[in-house]
């Protein structure tokens, strides 16, 4: 409980990172002005995402994280590899949520507006991510399903990894994985959205 409330906003489970200004400056046409600067349209999202997440995991996260170590029992690891493999296993995390919301972002150019994507990515975040209940205790086909979802890398497998229910190795070729696809996909979808900016004159 107090992981997931630690990681709520610095990996933006239910939303609130850079998203909404990407959708706003999409929907505006300011987006046309974001091509035409000499620095990739993916990257500075991606470094502002990272900024972003870092300060969240400081003021929001490790703070509160530490409060409930203070105040309540804890099984928590002693060893260091333990929590330098957290480490790994939450910047993995966040490129994975980072794909998933440029993504849903990028569906501005087609949907015109954002509201719906948001409500859809919030209750997926939450549900499919383990922050309202583990995946693991997910029955039969649904924990099989939402396990291999991109949202299982960016509360569960930390979790795991930190809890040692899990190789780290294998977390982190699962995340590793997702991240990639994502981003790939996040690069085709941008090449196809700038196209079609180029066709309405924008």
């Not at 505006?28 to 995991?57: E, H, K, M, N």
């Amino acid at each position: 409980m107090w992981l997931g409330q630690c990681l709520y906003a610095t990996l933006a489970i239910q939303g609130g990172g850079f998203e909404k200004d990407l959708m706003d400056r999409i929907r505006t046409g300011d987006i046309a002005v974001d091509l035409y600067r000499p620095a990739d349209l993916q990257l500075w999202w991606l470094a502002s995402d990272f900024g972003r997440a870092l300060f969240q995991l400081i003021g929001r996260g490790v703070i509160p994280f530490a409060f409930g170590a203070l105040f309540f029992p804890m099984a928590l690891p002693t060893d260091v590899t333990s929590w330098l493999a957290l480490l790994v296993a939450l910047l993995l995390a966040m490129v994975v949520s980072f794909g998933i919301r440029y993504l849903a972002a990028l569906s501005v150019f087609w949907l015109l507006d954002g509201t719906g994507i948001n409500q859809a990515m919030m209750i997926l975040g939450i549900f499919c991510s383990g922050m309202v209940l583990p995946l693991n205790a997910f029955p039969g086909g649904l924990g099989t399903f939402v396990q291999a979802l991109p949202w299982a890398a960016q509360l569960q497998m930390p979790a795991d990894v930190l809890m040692g229910k899990t190789d780290p190795l294998h977390a982190y070729a699962f995340q590793a994985t997702w991240a990639v696809v994502l981003l790939v996909a996040g690069r085709l979808t941008q090449s196809a959205a700038t196209r079609r900016v180029v066709v309405q004159g924008g």
